[in-house]
């Protein structure tokens, strides 16, 4: 056997490794966006859970939250600041959530149903005026996502 015939084969042989790898990596990251993707619904819905779970254990705070969404008008001024802290909290979640949904890393379906229940908030009277004297503190697209939907949803 000559040596251009070893080359050759050695040619193939390293086209061929090369081939395995390259399958290799596509499956790696097919599992690994996968994993990302689960990963990120996972924190998505955590987040929208967590503000629910405060205003399910502290009654005062739902209760607040509840009475400022309808109109920030029946709330003492103390409990004015914790409406502004609870819709902070609340729009900060939905706006990472906004993020993950409209680039692309969760489906449309994955967040449809958080971002029903949270433009059904925004459209209640105290917080869109919640909302429209701080929708500037927020990223300009996402505000005008916000602001679109709580109108078109507005009660």
């Known amino acids: 056997m000559s040596w251009e015939a070893v080359g050759a084969i050695g040619e193939v042989v390293g086209a061929l490794g090369v081939i395995a790898t390259l399958g290799y990596l596509a499956v790696q990251i097919r599992q690994n966006t996968a994993s990302v993707r689960a990963s990120t619904?996972?924190?998505?819905?955590e987040a929208?859970?967590?503000?629910?779970?405060?205003c399910a254990a502290d009654s005062e705070l739902g209760r607040i939250?509840?009475?400022?969404?309808?109109?920030?008008?029946?709330?003492?001024p103390e409990e004015q600041v914790r409406f502004h802290f609870l819709m902070?909290?609340?729009?900060?979640?939905?706006?990472?959530?906004?993020?993950?949904?409209v680039s692309g890393r969760v489906?449309?379906?994955?967040?449809?149903?958080v971002r029903?229940?949270?433009?059904?908030?925004?459209?209640?009277?105290?917080?869109?005026?919640?909302?429209?004297?701080n929708a500037s503190r927020f990223n300009p697209k996402f505000a005008e996502w916000a602001a679109r939907g709580a109108e078109r949803n507005a009660v």
Do not use: C, T, Y
């Open 65 to 76: 939250f509840l009475r400022g969404a309808e109109d920030q008008g029946n709330l003492a």
């Open 88 to 101: 902070m909290a609340f729009l900060r979640r939905l706006e990472n959530i906004h993020h993950q949904g």
């Open 116 to 133: 029903a229940s949270a433009l059904g908030v925004l459209a209640q009277p105290g917080a869109r005026a919640w909302w429209k004297e």
């Open 48 to 54: 929208s859970a967590g503000l629910h779970d405060l």
């Open 107 to 113: 489906s449309e379906d994955d967040w449809s149903g």
């Open 41 to 45: 619904v996972q924190a998505m819905f």
